[in-house]
């Protein structure tokens, strides 16, 4: 089968191509990149006026199965990353039972194969149960396909046990991604610890909580020579400290997430429970040092931090809420509006935070567009004014603080392996063919 | 008193954050007229006849539950008590659907004590009837503050252009926070001290002034009010001992005397005699500790009235 993607406007950062060209697909892979293709029996797909990138990774999201279907599972998880212009999404493992072991490392791969919409790649535990006390089986797992390794949801606090993950980790090229809190800092936290916290009662979560944890990482990183990348950074001192570690040579990457990028801790003022997240919103001064920590590379990857809840699980008590939100399905359009649409980075840029970026962070062989590789392709209307609508979301999570907010700029494309996983109702191709999406949607 | 113009600017009374000088006002006033009820033979007039009122405890606490409960009684008002132990609370039920449960048999107003900071306003978002905070966690304690502003009117006359000193535990203090807001929103300047690990961060921005001891804070204040240490604090590190509290942060005549002669001592109670306050001066002339608690019922009789009762010709 082939296919013919015509006459959109192609961004590859990694490439630093940023023209029109129509794009063959043949039998799933890139076949050609040309100015002009045209070849007889091809299915040509007419994106004139739009933006046409790598597929997009998210390389932090959590799709809760096993354990926790009932706030998403792989399927309904897949089928909002497609939504959300994902191609690839690594997988958290703080699931019940955890990923820590190759078994469950392959229940997700079977799982995620089954729902054949994106890719997802698993992350196995850094400790066995996700207790913190013993590395997990990281060899079993990196051969069972697991991409990383990460306690997230919480941090690896034993400062020994992170410091043999890492050594251990670096004999497989695999990378640690650790979740920075110090637990004794953190110590019941809600929100961030300045004038809000104050001023609704609410125990505060220091800076430091983070910071401590950030400048631990980099001095074992340091000492051990192996990599470690920083799950959602949120404070301008963890910026700082990252940025000053990459100009001395440490080996660390780390991620910022929209809501850390687009919200304030003003944001939970009336206890909107859609606003507590872990770590929590910040201040504005912590909010432009992470777009400073974008712009000048820094911060390497925008990642979701995708965490559905149930409703039932957020319309309580604000201490009793889970911590999270989702994110898939509004991470692109809110990076087009608030961070490039507002001048902080340019297209091409917040692609790059989007494809290579995780890919290089996560060690993976995707994230740009390559003659004979799979076909994981994104479409863009940059154009296209939509409001957010938690209700029409094809996550299970309706959990979002950005619901009602108009955005410009969304994916109306997503293609994985040649085989197209999503169509927004607003791209009116008659070339596509809307029945086999659906199929492939909801097989 | 009785018309459309005293009714409050807010649906509930969630926190004086919201609250306007005149919502104050207004509740100061109706107070100040329904003191002389209490001091009646026959404590009850048919105000608030026919209205139902559920105090929601979800946290134990009798002086306040028992001074809604009878606020409630005096003005006639059906008021049911509601604690969390040997509830349906207990069998896991949620704030959500005792809201809901409480929807459905028509009561007119909810008074809520909770130990989750917000709680008062989620469920003012689930309920039709008037929500009024009894204390939310470490957020606001609305009525407690407003009984000591009608304490130190009384004695006062006024509430502007005072110092007022407020001392110890702020971090953990929703009564801090409601004075704090109360007494500036009055014309007072508020400032406050304790132990540095007991401090909110940028608590100036609500208005109060941090001093930088105790000395400093009741050097020519007006008002003094210490606040109740919570004893499992200590466990948690954030004091060494209560011995070394009651003397670098308890009241005592010596540090009181750096007030003005006639300042007023309060307490929100209950009081650890001799760790916040030396029973010398908690029993002295200056205190009015024992004031504070008849005030408390006269304002909550005011709230009740301006809330559910207020807007009735």
Redesign the interface.
């Known amino acids: 089968m082939k296919k013919i993607l015509k006459g959109a406007r192609v961004i590859d950062p990694n490439r630093k191509v940023d023209e029109v060209r129509d794009i063959l697909v043949v039998d799933g892979s890139i076949a050609a990149m040309e100015k002009k293709i045209n070849i007889s029996g091809a299915q040509v797909i007419d994106l004139t006026g739009l933006i046409l990138t790598p597929g997009l990774i998210d390389m932090h999201v959590h799709f809760r199965e096993p354990g926790y279907e009932y706030k998403e599972d792989i399927e309904t998880g897949s089928r909002s990353a497609a939504a959300g212009g994902f191609t690839t999404v690594a997988c958290m493992p703080n699931t019940k039972p955890p990923v820590d072991n190759a078994m469950m490392v392959e229940y997700v791969k079977s799982r995620a194969l089954k729902s054949g919409l994106v890719r997802v790649l698993p992350i196995g535990c850094v400790s066995k149960g996700l207790e913190g006390k013993e590395i997990a089986e990281m060899g079993d797992m990196v051969e069972a396909g697991a991409v990383a390794f990460s306690d997230d949801g919480r941090p690896v606090a034993d400062s020994s046990l992170m410091r043999k993950a890492l050594m251990y980790a670096s004999m497989f090229d695999r990378v640690i991604i650790d979740h920075c809190e110090d637990p004794g800092l953190f110590e019941g936290g809600q929100v961030n ?3 809000i ?8 979560i220091p800076a430091s909580a983070e910071e401590t944890m950030v400048a631990r990482n980099i001095l074992l990183a340091r000492e051990t020579g192996t990599r470690v990348h920083i799950a959602h950074v949120s404070t301008k001192g963890s910026v700082e400290l990252i940025r000053r570690a990459k100009a001395e040579g440490v080996k660390v990457t780390c991620e910022a997430t929209p809501h850390h990028l687009t919200l304030t801790e003003e944001a939970v003022v ?2 909107d429970t859609n606003a507590k997240m872990n770590p929590p919103l910040r201040t504005k001064e912590d909010v432009e040092a992470l777009l400073e920590g974008l712009k000048d590379g820094t911060i390497d990857v925008i990642a979701s931090d995708h965490a559905p809840h149930s409703i ?1 699980e957020k ?6 809420a889970s911590f999270g939100i989702v994110g898939l399905e509004t991470s692109l359009g809110l990076i087009l509006n608030h961070i490039v649409g507002e001048g902080k980075l340019n297209l091409g840029q917040a692609i790059e935070k989007m494809t290579i970026g995780p890919a290089r962070a996560l060690g993976i062989d995707a994230g740009s567009l390559t003659i004979g590789k799979p076909a994981d392709i994104t479409v863009i209307d940059p154009d296209l004014e939509w409001t957010v609508d938690k209700n029409k979301f094809f996550s299970k999570g309706r959990n979002t603080p950005f619901h009602g907010w108009k955005l410009k700029g969304k994916a109306v494309l997503t293609m994985v392996g040649g085989k197209i996983v999503y169509a927004d109702e607003n791209i009116s191709d008659d070339n596509i063919n809307r029945a086999e999406i659906l199929k492939a949607s909801y097989k | 008193m009785r018309g459309g113009n005293t009714v409050l600017s807010q649906k509930h009374l969630l926190g004086l954050e919201k609250a306007t000088k005149r919502d104050i006002e207004q509740i100061l006033d109706t107070a100040e007229s329904f003191k002389e009820i209490i001091d009646r033979d026959v404590k009850k007039v048919p105000t608030l006849r026919g209205k139902s009122v559920v105090n929601l405890f979800y946290e134990p606490s009798t002086r306040t539950r028992t001074s809604f409960e009878l606020a409630g009684k005096y003005l006639s008002a059906d008021t049911i008590n509601f604690s969390s132990s040997g509830s349906s609370v207990q069998k896991g039920e949620s704030l959500k659907d005792t809201a809901k449960t409480l929807e459905m048999m028509g009561i007119d107003a909810v008074v809520i004590r909770h130990s989750s900071s917000g709680a008062a306003e989620f469920l003012s978002r689930h309920v039709s009837a008037k929500v009024i905070n009894a204390g939310d966690g470490t957020h606001e304690h609305p009525t407690q503050a407003l009984l000591d502003m009608l304490t130190v009117r009384e004695k006062k006359g006024t509430l502007s252009g005072f110092k007022v000193a407020i001392l110890g535990d702020i971090l953990h203090s929703r009564v801090a926070r409601s004075n704090i807001f109360g007494f500036t929103k009055m014309g007072s300047e508020v400032y406050v001290a304790g132990p540095q690990t007991l401090m909110p961060r940028e608590i100036e921005k609500m208005g109060a002034k941090v001093a930088k001891n105790m000395d400093e804070a009741i050097d020519g204040a007006d008002v003094v009010m210490a606040l109740r240490i919570q004893l499992e604090r200590q466990k948690k590190g954030l004091f060494p001992s209560q011995r070394e509290y009651s003397r670098l942060f308890g009241i005592d005549k010596k540090r009181l005397s750096l007030a003005k002669p006639d300042a007023l001592l309060l307490h929100p109670g209950p009081v650890n005699r001799g760790v916040e306050i030396s029973s010398e001066i908690m029993d002295g002339s200056q205190s009015v500790i024992n004031e504070q608690v008849k005030s408390g019922v006269a304002i909550r009789m005011a709230v009740l009235y301006l809330l559910i009762g207020g807007a009735r010709q």
């Open positions: 610890e300045g004038y916290s104050t001023l609704l009662g609410l125990q505060g009336g206890y039932d319309d309580v008590e604000f201490d009793k």
